[in-house]
């Protein structure tokens, strides 16, 4: 059996689960972002009282941190006081960050774990050798009532990144590069097992963007083994004792795919696709109103130190504005320690609350009809960050960071150089 | 859900749930309100088309993306009797089904179906009539679990019925 099948046969009880299996598994920690109100309103309607487990289940309040609407407004305080009747041990405020920031952050993520959320790129916390995945509100509300979900023992498969990548190149770069290749849907209903030499010693911040994105190929979870930069980050954070599975040796992928990436330049996703994605050294002139490094893909401390290194000292292109919302509270204070707000205030940025910010279109930097943005989020379908008109190019924070620079998508590593004067058009 | 009968519109690949249900109306919580935006981001035009039950066709990967429940009902709460696409968002699917909106998985259904045609979806048995042409297509039968929850009529009452024996 895979890891991931282990975990499913362990939380359902049975000793052994085969692909296409569908399985009642016990939930080990289950999140709400501030979309689903819906929640609340189906747990009751279903007959439900007191949440399965009060240690188990958290909201955090992201999506609209803090409100834009009055009907969000509403929708936070009518979840604040069903978080105080049920007594519930965790609760992120608007205080907090990004859901798959302020989880692991907490010490809820572990090894083997199951965690169920109502988002998408719960696949974020196979980064941690955990069962991450997402789903709706009706489901989520038949975990809070019984704690258990239904799943279907999926299939899986192994997309091997072998290599080092070259300065200025991030792993941002590195899933475009496999989402551009394998396609949207590649992985729709499957697993995906990220291994392979780039992988193993690949550092805790950027194994969480690749498993981030891993839902944009379609995947329900995604699953990297815990090297030791996970295992150091999980104990300094949780006292959970779990056992390290290990996948059978006879275990056979569904398919494999193979990545060098040793070579491999920034790649950018075009719109409005996730999966439309060429190298930037192939992109036409693109005149950019608005930057954007932030959400659970490219708000971390690394991509906001990628972005001080590139903008220190420099003020960005006057027609250009620059959007940089770390990731959670945690990221902010180290980004504040370390000096980098200043530097980045200093250069034109301008920051906003940790939370998802403009990444969905909800607030913080919405754009309008016919306006560019380049940013390090995930999604880039229309209307995803505001108008349908408007277009949205997918890059890692350092691109964005040079583009804001120059006003135009370029490529980051001609301003990494240190000797490269970059002349804007503005003198 | 079990069988409808409806004019299609058909649609390309990754119809992905931000244009099925754009993230500026998430804080919507009425779903006859939810229901006006349906489908907004690929075809604005759709709603004022629609009558009920009216049949949405579409290529792979249909719902990728968020996991936005709202996309499941707004399509419902637009009259949308049926999905019939080539292939499913995961978590699309699941809330679907949770919904009670009819869901059918049918390889190359793009190539078979002209927009406008009326069409007999036959969910329990997993096959599509295109009454214009009279071609039968057959899709994917659903599993026996899934059934159970249609058969209950969504997972609400199926829930209800466990929570109420529990007392
Ligand atoms: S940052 Fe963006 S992708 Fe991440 S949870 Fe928030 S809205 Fe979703």
């Known amino acids: 059996m895979h890891v991931l099948e282990k975990i499913l046969a362990r939380a359902s009880g049975k000793d052994k689960v085969t692909t296409g299996e569908i399985v009642n598994a016990k939930v080990d920690f289950a999140e709400v972002n501030d979309l689903y109100l819906q929640t609340i309103y189906s747990f009751y309607e279903m007959g439900g009282n007191k949440v399965w487990d009060k240690d188990k289940l958290c909201f955090v309040f992201d999506h609209y941190a803090p409100t834009p609407t009055i009907k969000a407004a509403q929708s936070h305080k009518e979840m604040r006081k069903f978080v105080e009747e049920q007594g519930l041990t965790h609760h992120f405020d608007i205080n907090a960050g990004v859901c798959h920031q302020v989880m692991p952050e907490s010490g809820v993520v572990w090894p083997g774990m199951i965690l169920v959320a109502t988002d998408s790129h719960t696949t974020t916390h196979g980064a941690f050798g955990a069962f991450g995945t997402g789903v709706g509100a009706t489901d989520m509300a038949t975990i809070m009532i019984s704690g258990q979900l239904w799943f279907r023992v999926p299939e899986v498969i192994n997309i091997e990144i072998n290599g080092n990548t070259q300065p200025g190149v991030m792993a941002k770069d590195v899933i475009l590069h496999v989402l551009g290749t394998l396609g949207s849907d590649v992985a729709v209903y499957k697993a995906i097992e990220f291994t392979g030499t780039y992988i193993d010693d690949l550092g805790v911040a950027e194994r969480m963007v690749i498993c981030n994105m891993a839902v944009e190929m379609g995947a329900k979870t995604s699953y990297m083994k815990p090297n030791q930069k996970v295992l150091d980050y999980v104990h300094n954070r949780s006292n959970k004792e779990f056992n390290l599975l290990e996948t059978d040796p006879d275990f056979e992928f569904a398919k494999t795919y193979s990545f060098e990436i040793s070579n491999l330049c920034p790649q950018v996703a075009m719109p409005h696709n996730v999966d439309n994605v060429i190298s930037i050294v192939d992109v036409p002139k693109v005149k950019v109103d608005q930057a954007f490094i932030g959400t659970c893909t490219g708000g971390r401390i690394e991509d906001i130190e990628e972005a001080t290194k590139i903008l220190k000292g420099k003020k960005i292109n006057p ?76 890059a890692s924070p350092a691109t964005v960071a040079a583009s804001a620079l120059t006003g135009e998508l370029v490529d980051p590593r001609l301003l990494l150089k240190e000797d490269y004067a970059y002349e804007t058009s503005n003198g | 859900m079990k069988l409808v009968t409806g004019k299609a519109y058909v649609y390309g690949n990754n119809i992905d749930t931000d244009q099925i249900y754009p993230g500026r109306y998430l804080d919507l919580v009425d779903p006859m309100e939810i229901g006006k935006h349906c489908m907004e981001g690929a075809d604005a035009s759709l709603v004022k088309k629609l009558s009920p039950g009216d049949i949405i066709v579409a290529g792979r990967n249909f719902g990728c993306g968020s996991s936005r429940e709202h996309a499941a009902i707004s399509l419902i709460n637009a009259k949308v009797s049926a999905v019939v696409a080539e292939s499913f968002g995961r978590i699309f699917y699941r809330n679907a089904i949770n919904l009670g909106l009819s869901v059918l998985v049918c390889s190359d259904i793009t190539k078979k179906i002209n927009n406008g045609d009326i069409l007999e979806v036959n969910f329990l048995e997993g096959y599509v009539k295109n009454k214009n042409s009279g071609e039968v297509i057959q899709g994917e039968k659903i599993s026996d679990y899934i059934r159970d929850i249609i058969d209950s009529g969504g997972i609400k009452p199926l829930f209800k019925k466990i929570t109420s024996n529990q007392g």
């Open chain 1, 319 to 394: 027609t250009t504005r620059l959007i940089i919302i770390p990731a959670s509270n945690e990221v902010f204070l180290e980004a504040m320690k370390l000096g980098y707000v200043k530097e980045l205030v200093k250069a034109g940025a301008t920051f906003s609350t940790p939370g998802c910010g403009p990444c969905l279109g909800a607030h913080e930097g919405v754009l309008a009809p016919g306006e560019v943005c380049v940013t390090a989020s995930n999604r880039n379908f229309p209307g995803r960050m505001g108008s349908t008109e408007a277009s949205l190019y997918l």
